[in-house]
């Protein structure tokens, strides 16, 4: 079994490991959700509203073991491999932080969502750049529009401007740290403008391939 993977596996071992270690703690009902400015809004019955994440860990586990597996062109796969598995690596990292966030809240450490979204969610968003830059065209990992999905060139020219512009938008993230009321828009309106720039861009490259417009029409 490859490294990344026994690390993936650890990370699920620990996160359950935790999360019946700190069962007893509980009260009765805890808090699992917060809203935009941190506070929170949200609660279920302890067994699982502590379950709820760890098993979403192994449901996204299974899922990201799959995908390579059943996509068309999966063959693609070889050249981006290490990147897509360390990206798994590093969502199930990321909900494992959020995991602890949540026992902390609810055992009286109440540490603000607010100042681990921000970091978190940032750096997401530039591993995401450099997953994207090296993905090669697939069904499932990338920038995936009709586009981009028809043309190896306008996959190539869009997931070098996307991953880019990921890279800014996770440091754009990052700085929501310091305006801890606002981090919620630091998180969303980056990735929300790059998401639909990258889009439109991949529409613009492809119809200067000299590809018929969507309506019909010939350019």
Same mark, same amino acid.
């Given at each position: 079994?490859?490294?990344?993977?026994?690390?993936?596996?650890?990370? =699920?071992?620990?996160?359950?490991?935790?999360?019946?270690?700190?069962?007893?703690?509980?009260?009765?009902?805890?808090?699992?959700?917060?809203?935009?400015?941190?506070?929170?809004?949200?609660?279920?019955?302890? %067994?699982?509203? &502590?379950? &709820?994440?760890? =098993?979403? $860990?192994?449901? $996204?586990?299974?899922?990201?073991?799959? &995908?390579?597996?059943?996509?068309?062109?999966?063959?693609?796969?070889?050249?981006?491999?290490?990147?897509?598995?360390?990206?798994?690596?590093?969502?199930?990292?990321?909900? %494992? +932080?959020?995991?602890?966030? +949540?026992?902390?809240?609810?055992?009286?450490? $109440? %540490?603000?969502?607010?100042? %681990?979204?921000?970091?978190?969610?940032?750096?997401?968003?530039?591993?995401?750049?450099?997953?994207?830059?090296?993905?090669?065209?697939?069904?499932?990992?990338? &920038?995936?529009? @009709?586009?981009?999905?028809?043309?190896?060139? +306008?996959?190539?020219?869009?997931?070098?401007?996307?991953?880019?512009?990921?890279?800014?938008?996770?440091?754009?993230?990052?700085?929501?740290?310091?305006?801890?009321?606002?981090?919620?828009?630091?998180?969303?309106? @980056? +990735?929300?403008?790059?998401?639909?720039?990258?889009?439109?861009?991949?529409?613009?490259?492809?119809?200067?391939?000299?590809?018929?417009?969507?309506?019909?029409?010939?350019?």
């Amino acid at each position: 079994m490859k490294a990344i993977w026994i690390a993936i596996i650890a990370i =699920l071992i620990l996160a359950f490991s935790l999360t019946f270690a700190a069962y007893p703690l509980m009260p009765k009902t805890i808090v699992t959700h917060w809203d935009a400015a941190g506070n929170p809004n949200g609660s279920m019955q302890a %067994l699982w509203g &502590i379950l &709820i994440v760890p =098993l979403i $860990m192994v449901g $996204m586990t299974v899922l990201f073991a799959v &995908i390579p597996r059943i996509d068309p062109l999966r063959k693609n796969y070889g050249t981006f491999l290490n990147y897509y598995e360390g990206f798994v690596l590093f969502i199930l990292a990321f909900m %494992l +932080v959020i995991q602890i966030q +949540v026992l902390l809240w609810n055992t009286g450490y $109440m %540490l603000n969502p607010n100042l %681990l979204l921000p970091i978190l969610t940032g750096l997401l968003f530039i591993y995401i750049g450099f997953l994207i830059e090296k993905a090669e065209q697939n069904w499932f990992v990338g &920038i995936r529009t @009709p586009w981009t999905l028809s043309s190896v060139t +306008v996959w190539k020219k869009t997931h070098d401007l996307g991953g880019n512009l990921f890279k800014v938008a996770g440091v754009i993230s990052c700085a929501g740290i310091l305006f801890q009321e606002y981090a919620i828009w630091f998180v969303l309106v @980056p +990735v929300l403008v790059v998401s639909v720039y990258s889009v439109a861009y991949s529409y613009v490259e492809y119809q200067k391939e000299g590809h018929p417009k969507t309506d019909g029409s010939e350019d």
